[in-house]
T-cell receptor, first 112, second 114 residues
Framework: QKEVEQNSGPLSVPEGAIASLNCTYS??????FFWYRQYSGKSPELIMS????GDKEDGRFTAQLNKASQYVSLLIRDSQPSDSATYLCAVKGMEYGNKLVFGAGTILRVKS | NAGVMQNPRHLVRRRGQEARLRCSPMKGHSHVYWYRQLPEEGLKFMVY????????ESGMPKERFSAEFPKEGPSILRIQQVVRGDSAAYFC????????????FGQGTRLTVV
């Protein structure tokens, strides 16, 4: 089992819809969870961090964490074509030696 | 408040030469992570350093690759005797501490080996 797993996509949604991106992780002791956005040819950009069970909202983005089920998700409301990118889930935990472990990323395409 | 600075942005080396990639973390950050990314692939962890210490180098190839983060100055990723397979984007990220803090990426160094 991979440490951090994401569906590679592409996930296609129409403009204005909600995009739902999911991520599962293997280390039950993981403590910190992050979502990064990466445009083609660019570096990853941090968009959300979440540390406690539940939801965390920031503008059009909502991160959801469920430690019992070992998954973290990212919802993007009112999706825009400019949201088209690869979304990377990253996890930090003691089992990983506190290094930042990334999933392979999900490609999101928002069609206008 | 400058972000993570990497240089050079683009580096071309002939096979057999050495490549030195530099990463200056954000102000107040003492933890640095290096990643490699091939086209259309994910981020592959290479090494995690704290000032003057290598915390985790489990992702580094055993030969030709080394990394350091001295007390003063930037973190350096060094690749000796480069081969074509080393061509990739190399990203570094920094964080304030090792646990529970956000990490921010630099713009990366695109290494091309000809």
């Amino acid at each position: 089992q991979k440490e951090v797993e994401q569906n590679s996509g592409p996930l296609s949604v129409p403009e204005g819809a909600i995009a739902s991106l999911n991520c599962t992780y293997s280390d039950r002791g993981s403590q910190s969870f992050f979502w990064y956005r990466q445009y083609s040819g660019k570096s990853p950009e941090l968009i959300m961090s979440i540390y406690s069970n539940g939801d965390k909202e920031d503008g059009r983005f909502t991160a959801q964490l469920n430690k019992a089920s070992q998954y973290v998700s990212l919802l993007i409301r009112d999706s825009q074509p400019s949201d088209s990118a690869t979304y990377l889930c990253a996890v930090k935990g003691m089992e990983y030696g506190n290094k930042l472990v990334f999933g392979a990323g999900t490609i999101l395409r928002v069609k206008s | 408040n400058a972000g993570v600075m990497q240089n050079p942005r683009h580096l071309v080396r002939r096979r057999g030469q050495e490549a030195r990639l530099r990463c200056s973390p954000m102000k107040g950050h003492s933890h640095v992570y290096w990643y490699r990314q091939l086209p259309e692939e994910g981020l592959k962890f290479m090494v995690y350093l704290q000032k003057e210490n290598i915390i985790d180098e489990s992702g580094m190839p055993k030969e030709r690759f080394s990394a350091e983060f001295p007390k003063e100055g930037p973190s350096i990723l060094r690749i000796q005797q480069v081969v074509r397979g080393d061509s990739a984007a190399y990203f570094c990220a920094s964080s304030r501490t090792g646990v529970g803090t956000e990490a921010f990426f630099g713009q990366g160094t695109r290494l091309t080996v000809v």
